[in-house]
T-cell receptor
């Protein structure tokens, strides 16, 4: 089974801190994604990557950046955390060219910015 | 611009009855539609999908119906079980290697014993 692992389940950070959310997948998937989930808004795409060192903006990239130095790892960076970035963050991966089976998600990181 | 919409935030049904979750979309270029199920403190898990060239796909208790002319799809769960209580997300994607899943807002299903 594909496994997508997010390094932290819960995080509490202070406003202005630099925050790193790490995601690792073990099935050699080309595609990796970062979403955030908020009540009433569903899952919104922040950034995605189709290959190492490659990244593209999703629908809500402001305040975030990403890094993909290795195929299996995709990091989300909050340069200066703000309270409106309090959310559930979900990482996902998928095979290149296999849309029918969608993505495999990690368990999520609940980030609280105080 | 919300391309995939789930207009019902919540649904409550009795155990053993049918649950019907609805989803509307605006982009006629979507090639595949998927349903995900999410429990609290867990990531979404894939449930069932349908290609745009079909109008029905069935997998056990779960059936997805697609009405392309109305740009509408629905997920039927029969019979509903308490373990089905979760948030259900509708999602859509265009074909091709660089397709991205676009999600709806989610519907919280509660199945009462």
């Amino acid at each position: 089974d594909v496994k997508v692992t997010q390094s932290s389940r819960y995080l509490v950070k202070r406003t202005g801190e630099k925050v790193f959310l790490e995601c690792v997948q073990d099935m050699d998937h080309e595609n990796m994604f970062w979403y955030r989930q908020d009540p009433g808004l569903g899952l919104r795409l922040i950034y995605f990557s189709y290959d190492v060192k490659m990244k593209e903006k999703g629908d809500i990239p402001e305040g975030y950046s990403v890094s993909r130095e290795k195929k299996e790892r995709f990091s989300l960076i909050l340069e200066s955390a703000s309270t409106n970035q309090t959310s559930m963050y979900l990482c996902a991966s998928s095979l290149w060219g296999s849309p029918l089976y969608g993505y495999t998600f990690g368990s999520g990181t609940r980030l609280t910015v105080v | 611009d919300q391309q995939v919409k789930q207009n019902s935030p919540s649904l409550s049904v009795q155990e053993g009855r049918i649950s019907i979750l609805n989803c509307d979309y605006t982009n006629s270029m979507f090639d595949y539609f998927l349903w995900y199920k999410k429990y609290p403190a867990e990531g979404p898990t894939f449930l069932i999908s349908i290609s745009s060239i079909k109008d029905k796909n069935e997998d056990g208790r779960f059936t997805v119906f697609l009405n392309k002319s109305a740009k509408h799809l629905s997920l039927h769960i029969v019979p509903s079980q308490p373990g089905d209580s979760a948030v259900y997300f509708c999602a859509a994607i265009t074909s091709g290697n660089t397709g991205k899943l676009i999600f709806g807002q989610g519907t919280t299903l509660q199945v009462k014993p």
